[in-house]
């Protein structure tokens, strides 16, 4: 089986999981949690997280429930960024965000909702006794890199820094915590459930680091369109800020750095290195 072949199991997983946690009830607001997530998405996170997992050993289905969360919470990060007082954007994935479809109040509550949903999964997870301190370091290590040190304070940095106020090196934090928080998160935290020595750790945050940032400049680069620096851009954005083309080679080199983390620590992850590829399907 190939790493997109396997990848695409994995998903599958996830979403029989996601589905499961959420599954109908006779409530306006649990509709909105699962019209939040089950609405589609790329599972990028929880990908990482198992595939991070099985490159040391961890067992798949000890996994699932911390690639749930992690999953629960990004979902949950995105409903509150539709909202007319963050991004104010009325779309996601193609159809309504949760406000446009459940009102405002209903979409606030169901971010919360799935904030808390996502940490009584990972808390509940059933793992061996041996790893006990380990479940315990990912929830508070996921609570850490979600919270004001790190995602919200990105969107923090988002909402609140002027149009003046931005440089290359301001952009390069706010992405770091508020998409790469995450990221580094999902991959630390297979790592540390499959016990990976310190060495090992360090470059697969490295890694989750580098591919963060390609994350978010391949996104900004999907907004802006080459030669059509700010066209369209409602916040910071690093393809409008550099231009096109250059936050394309950017991107490139972060890529690269992401992979050549995992290979100086001589880590063999297909599943990994696939995951990174992906982000490096722009045409020119």
């Known amino acids: ?51 991070a997992g099985a490159c040391f050993g961890a067992e798949e289905k000890m996994l699932i429930p911390f690639a749930c969360g992690l999953e629960l919470i990004h979902s949950y990060s995105l409903v509150h960024d539709d909202l007319p007082s963050m991004d104010d954007d009325d779309t996601r994935r193609g159809k309504p965000s949760c406000h446009k479809a459940y009102g405002e109040a209903i979409a606030l509550l169901a971010g919360d909702g799935l ?35 790190g995602m919200i304070e990105g969107q923090f940095l988002d909402i609140s820094t002027p149009a003046e106020g931005w440089t290359e090196g301001r952009l390069q934090v706010m992405i770091l915590r508020k998409t790469g928080a995450l990221i580094m998160a999902s991959v630390r935290a297979g790592a540390v459930l499959g016990s990976a020595r310190a060495s090992a750790l360090e470059a697969v945050t490295q890694y989750g680091k580098y591919l963060g940032l390609a994350f978010q400049i391949r996104d900004d680069l999907q907004d802006v369109p080459a030669g059509h620096a700010q066209a369209g851009s409602q916040g910071p954005n690093y393809a409008a800020f550099l231009d096109a083309r250059k936050a394309k080679r950017t991107m490139k080199e972060y890529i690269r750095e992401a992979l050549r983390a995992l290979e100086r620590e001589s880590l063999r992850s297909p599943d990994l290195c696939y995951l990174a590829s992906l982000l490096d399907r722009i045409k020119d």
């Not at 607001?29 to 595939?51: C, N, Q, T, W």
């Not at 061996?128 to 609570?143: C, F, G, N, S, Y």
Request: net charge positive.
């Open 115 to 149: 904030l808390t949903l996502a940490f009584e999964v990972m808390a509940s997870a059933p793992v061996p006794r041996p790893l006990l301190t380990q479940k315990e370091e990912v929830i508070a290590e996921t609570a850490r890199l979600a919270g004001p040190l």
């Open 1 to 51: 089986m190939d790493a997109k072949a396997r990848l695409a199991r994995k998903r599958s997983l996830v979403e029989r999981e996601l589905d499961r946690l959420l599954s109908p009830q006779d409530s306006l607001l649990h509709e909105a949690m699962r019209y939040a997530v089950l609405s589609g998405g790329k599972r990028f996170r929880p990908l990482l997280l198992l595939s």
